[in-house]
């Protein structure tokens, strides 16, 4: 790994996060780990050391991919999400505004190794979603592809630094959703109903004079004036 071409950024959001399972956004690409990364514009500090890295980065690829000299126009994949996206000239997100947005990626040789701020590995798939807060560490690198030259980014390390609201649909977290739930206490069990208990003093109401209840055999009463549908006479 060139260190001159290699970052660590500061705070970043993310966005279409695959960090476990690669993928591809076009039928017949090859499947990648990958990540949007959008960093905010006030953190200057994190892109003169990223715009430093693509220079490295093209001083490599003068020596190592195009034949000792530099193309006159440099594709990169550092975007201004304040402005539109060059796949299809439509603007970014609101989630890209006031940051630059760039995409790392790596192969699936290659998982990025993902841990919280505690340096765990991060076990819960759930906990990574796009519009996390983090930090990425990515290599920027000379390409010559298909007769096309300019800088890449591949993507090594992920740490999750805080949660955030998910963006492009993602499901909320059950913390999220609920907020702080309290743990259920040892030996807990759910109350039982109380025995129904009469209001003191409460008595039946006294059935109307002559009414009987009805007996076996009992059948109700036809309307007047109905006709038996089986012998066609009156009831």
Known sequence: MNN???VTTGEIRLSFVHLFKPHAFQAGQEEKYGCTVLVPKSDTDTMNRINAAIEAAKQRGITEK????CPPIIPTPI???????????MPYGPECKGHWVFTASNTTDYPPNVIDVQGNPIINQSEVYSGIFGKVNVTFFPYTFGGKKGIGCRLYHVMKTRDGEPLGGSAP???QAFGTLQPTPAGYS????????PTPGYQQP?????YQQPGVGYTQPAP??????VTGLPY
């Not at 975007?79 to 000239?89: A, I, L």
């Not at 007047?224 to 549908?229: D, L, M």
Request: hydrophobic residues 30%; aromatic residues 4%; charged residues 10%.
């Open 224 to 229: 007047a004036g109905s006709v038996n549908p």
């Open 79 to 89: 975007n201004d999400g304040d402005g539109v996206r060059p796949s299809d000239g």
């Open 206 to 210: 006294a059935a109307p004079a002559g």
């Open 66 to 69: 195009w034949n000792g000299q």
């Open 173 to 175: 977290t059950a913390a």
């Open 4 to 6: 001159l071409s290699n």
């Open 190 to 197: 759910q109350p039982t109903a109380p025995a129904y208990q």
